[in-house]
C-alpha cells in the first residue's frame, strides 16, 4: 500500500509541535540537513547550530545530508511507524551524505532511528 500524500502544511505544522520544546543546551554538535518531499515537490531543512533551532521551507546548500522520500513516508518515519533504517532498506528514503546526522534528525523529531 503506498503512503497517503500528506500536504505539505500539515508536515510542517507536525514539525513545528515535535520541536516547540527543543532543549538546545543539550545538543553540542551541528546538524544541516535537508528534506525533499518527493510527491510533493517540496523541501525544507532543519539546522541546529549554537544550541538554536532553525526549520524552514528552503534548500540548504551546505547541507550535511539531503533525505528524499515521499510526504506519508516521512510522517510515518517521523510517528515511529515506520523506522529509518527499513525505510533506506526498503529504498521509501533515500540518503545523499552524512547517514549519521539523518538518524539524529529522526530522533530529534522522535521517530525510531533503528
Do not use: W
Request: hydrophobic share 40%; proline share 2%.
Amino acid at each position: 500500500m503506498a503512503a497517503a500524500k500528506i500536504p505539505f502544511e500539515d508536515i510542517m505544522a507536525e514539525i513545528e509541535q515535535k520541536t516547540a520544546n527543543f532543549d538546545g543546551s543539550n545538543y553540542h554538535g551541528f546538524l544541516a540537513l535537508q528534506v525533499n518531499l518527493t510527491d510533493l515537490d517540496k523541501v525544507f531543512y532543519v539546522e541546529v547550530k549554537d544550541h538554536k533551532l532553525t526549520i524552514a521551507p528552503f534548500e540548504y546548500n551546505d547541507r550535511q545530508a539531503k533525505m528524499s522520500m515521499k510526504s506519508g513516508n516521512f510522517q510515518k518515519m517521523i510517528n515511529g511507524q515506520l523506522s529509518g533504517t527499513t525505510a533506506f532498506l526498503t529504498q521509501k528514503l533515500k540518503i545523499e551524505g552524512s547517514i549519521e546526522k539523518c538518524k539524529e534528525l529522526t530522533a530529534l523529531l522522535g521517530g525510531n532511528v533503528d
